[in-house]
């Protein structure tokens, strides 16, 4: 691995650290402090435990889910075999014990994404308009990364950091209809119902800055995911950086009302389907186009996934 790219790692990996122990680090320190001076009665533990529990159930059952709503089936090994060849391939580089399983979603769509749970193992799944639309390089490429995933195992990062700004809404949101009602098992007289309506109000502000944390987090995934997709497959930043590219670039002659019926969890896929990019027959001066641009830190902000110009130059350095 190249010098430049070794520390664009580092950096990487940090930031996800860093990350995850102010999001983890902070939350748990404000429920703690939230519920020992309330001297929570059992039945707000039973609430947000049941929260926890139904995040859980999700992740469970979360690839039905999915395989219902993209009418996701098993690739069989006979279709496109140099596909699974190519997934076996990387999986025994990427260190995988087990390989994930290949899928097709049956959409028009070209994009990728990684699944699973415990109760179903791990998936890795193609679209019918990724495999129609890219070239066999750049296919590999974006396997590569949603393999990244899988040896991450980002579903699960990603299940477990969602939960916390759950938690910390719904305890606002019973401590804002506490304080309205006068339910709490505390003397309400002297102003302590509009204390705890500020309180639950200013919790469920919260939970959408620890949800901004969130995204930034995933963001941080999507990058570790294109840099694994860079070191395990042979001229893996180029054919990413082409890939997608290609995939905006197809995504954009689709119908906007089809794009919107895909969205549903657009979270999971290596490109979200509403970003796209226009014209440009040569795809090298489309990747250039697009890494040319200036990204709207506002949008990206709100954004699971990096903004594309930004994706591509940090591919650039895995390129020699």
Same mark, same amino acid.
């Given at each position: 691995?190249?010098?430049?790219?070794?520390?664009?790692?580092?950096?990487?990996?940090?930031?996800?650290?860093?990350?995850?122990?102010?999001?983890?680090?902070?939350?748990?320190?404000?429920?703690?402090?939230?519920?020992?001076?309330?001297?929570?009665?059992?039945?707000?533990?039973?609430?947000?435990g049941i929260v926890v529990a139904f995040h859980i159930l999700q992740w469970l059952i979360a690839p039905y889910i999915i395989n219902a709503i993209y009418r996701v089936r098993p690739l069989e090994a006979h279709e496109y075999p140099w596909l699974h060849e190519a997934v076996s391939k990387i999986s025994a580089v990427s260190g995988l014990d087990v390989k994930p399983r290949l899928m097709l979603a049956e959409i028009d769509l070209p994009n990728a994404f990684a699944y699973g749970s415990p109760i179903t193992g791990n998936f890795v799944a193609v679209t019918k308009g990724l495999l129609s639309t890219l070239p066999r390089e750049e296919v590999e490429a974006v $396997?590569?990364?949603?393999?990244?995933?899988?040896?991450?195992?980002?579903?699960?990062?990603?299940?477990?950091?969602?939960?916390?700004?759950?938690?910390?809404?719904?305890?606002?949101?019973?401590?804002?209809?506490?304080?309205?009602?006068?339910?709490?098992?505390?003397?309400?007289?002297?102003?302590?119902?509009?204390?705890? $309506?500020?309180?639950?109000?200013?919790?469920?502000?919260?939970?959408?800055?620890?949800?901004?944390?969130?995204f930034y987090f995933s963001r941080l995934r999507e990058y570790y995911a294109d840099s694994h997709a860079a070191i395990s497959v042979q001229n893996g930043a180029k054919n990413l950086q082409r890939g997608l590219a290609r995939i905006m670039n197809v995504s954009g002659k689709i119908r906007k009302e089809k794009v919107a019926s895909y969205?549903?969890?657009?979270?999971?896929?290596?490109?979200?389907?509403?970003?796209?990019?226009?014209?440009?027959?040569?795809?090298?001066?489309?990747?250039?186009?697009?890494?040319?641009?200036?990204?709207?830190?506002?949008?990206?902000?709100?954004?699971?996934?990096?903004?594309p110009a930004k994706r591509l130059r940090h591919l650039d350095t895995y390129i020699t």
């Open positions: 691995m190249m010098p430049k790219a070794g520390m664009s790692l580092i950096k990487l990996r940090l930031a996800m650290l860093s990350t995850l122990a102010v999001i983890t680090g902070l939350a748990t320190l404000i429920l703690v402090l939230i519920l020992s001076w309330l001297e929570v009665p059992f039945g707000i533990y039973t609430i947000l $396997v590569g990364h949603e393999l990244g995933h899988v040896k991450h195992k980002d579903v699960m990062f990603m299940m477990v950091i969602s939960i916390i700004p759950a938690l910390i809404y719904y305890l606002g949101h019973i401590l804002y209809y506490s304080g309205w009602l006068g339910s709490m098992s505390r003397d309400q007289r002297g102003g302590g119902g509009a204390l705890l $309506v500020l309180i639950g109000a200013g919790l469920m502000v919260l939970s959408f800055i620890f949800n901004l944390f969130v969205t549903q969890m657009k979270a999971l896929f290596i490109a979200d389907p509403e970003v796209t990019v226009r014209g440009y027959t040569d795809i090298d001066a489309l990747v250039e186009r697009i890494k040319s641009e200036k990204p709207s830190i506002l949008m990206e902000l709100f954004s699971t996934h990096p903004h």
